[in-house]
């Protein structure tokens, strides 16, 4: 149940009868069993009718590092969530090209569901650096922010104007897509840690070998 310092009532929550959409931004390199109860967790607390999950286009805070083709994250997240009938999947910031800023993502998501609260999910490492994303004024106007736990991270409200954040504790899954990446270029396995057909489609294309 969503829990901590800040207001727990989304602003779209009661508002009339509006669908509620949450949205799951990640760079999903691989996508990982932590992202899938994270959303799941989400749904169920705010009473989501849906969760999209939308694969970063370009990370342009993850530049220091190779990102793997947009293609295989984007598949691999179709895989990952195809069973759940709460779940779909999103092109639009791979798309619309170029480095993916949030409040790029958000706008095309207003104008696709008209009449529709939206619920952006984040875990606790991305809400720490949220103010240092692009134009977090209008950010901020364009959905509610839900803040995860996630082990070895401190969750907490990191600024935002009020009644913009909830924060939600949910089972802690101490699993990264740095970790995954690294075990199967050492050969160890990732099974349990991601879905079977990612674990298939990983090893399918050889992703993750030569790091
Ligand atoms: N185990 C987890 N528990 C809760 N939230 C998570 C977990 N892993 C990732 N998230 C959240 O999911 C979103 C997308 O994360 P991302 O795709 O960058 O995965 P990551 O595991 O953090 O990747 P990397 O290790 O490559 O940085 C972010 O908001 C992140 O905080
Ligand atoms: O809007 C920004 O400037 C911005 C900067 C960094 C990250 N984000 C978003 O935060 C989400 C998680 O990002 P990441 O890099 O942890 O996979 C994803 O949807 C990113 O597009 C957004």
């Given at each position: 149940?969503?829990?901590?310092?800040?207001?727990?009532?989304?602003?779209?929550?009661?508002?009339?009868?509006?669908?509620?959409?949450?949205?799951?931004?990640?760079t999903f390199d691989p996508?990982?069993?932590?992202?899938?109860?994270?959303?799941?967790?989400?749904?169920?607390?705010?009473?989501?009718?849906?969760?999209?999950?939308?694969?970063?286009?370009?990370?342009?805070?993850?530049?220091?590092?190779?990102v793997s083709?947009?293609?295989?994250r984007?598949?691999?997240?179709?895989?990952?969530?195809?069973?759940?009938?709460?779940?779909?999947?999103?092109?639009?910031?791979?798309?619309?090209?170029?480095?993916?800023?949030?409040?790029?993502?958000?706008?095309?998501?207003?104008?696709?569901?008209?009449?529709?609260?939206?619920?952006?999910?984040?875990?606790?490492?991305?809400?720490?650096?949220?103010?240092?994303?692009?134009?977090?004024?209008?950010?901020?106007?364009?959905?509610?922010?839900?803040?995860?736990?996630?082990?070895?991270?401190?969750?907490?409200?990191?600024?935002?104007?009020?009644?913009?954040?909830?924060?939600?504790?949910?089972?802690?899954?101490?699993?990264?897509s740095?970790?995954?990446?690294?075990?199967?270029?050492?050969?160890?396995?990732?099974?349990?840690?991601?879905?079977?057909?990612?674990?298939?489609?990983?090893?399918?294309?050889?992703?993750?070998?030569?790091?």
């Amino acid at each position: 149940m969503p829990t901590g310092p800040v207001n727990d009532t989304p602003r779209g929550a009661g508002g009339g009868g509006k669908r509620r959409l949450g949205v799951m931004g990640g760079t999903f390199d691989p996508i990982h069993h932590g992202h899938l109860v994270a959303a799941s967790e989400v749904a169920a607390a705010f009473h989501l009718d849906e969760v999209v999950f939308v694969p970063t286009g370009e990370p342009w805070q993850k530049s220091h590092r190779t990102v793997s083709p947009a293609e295989d994250r984007y598949l691999m997240t179709v895989i990952a969530t195809a069973e759940n009938p709460q779940f779909s999947v999103s092109r639009i910031d791979i798309d619309r090209g170029g480095p993916t800023y949030t409040v790029d993502t958000l706008r095309d998501l207003r104008a696709l569901n008209p009449d529709t609260d939206l619920f952006f999910i984040t875990g606790a490492d991305a809400l720490a650096q949220i103010l240092t994303w692009r134009d977090t004024e209008e950010l901020f106007s364009l959905a509610h922010f839900i803040g995860v736990t996630r082990p070895g991270h401190h969750l907490d409200d990191p600024g935002l104007p009020e009644g913009i954040v909830s924060l939600v504790e949910v089972p802690a899954l101490a699993i990264s897509s740095t970790d995954c990446r690294a075990r199967v270029a050492k050969g160890d396995p990732i099974w349990y840690l991601v879905p079977d057909g990612v674990v298939r489609y990983i090893t399918k294309r050889e992703l993750y070998r030569g790091e």
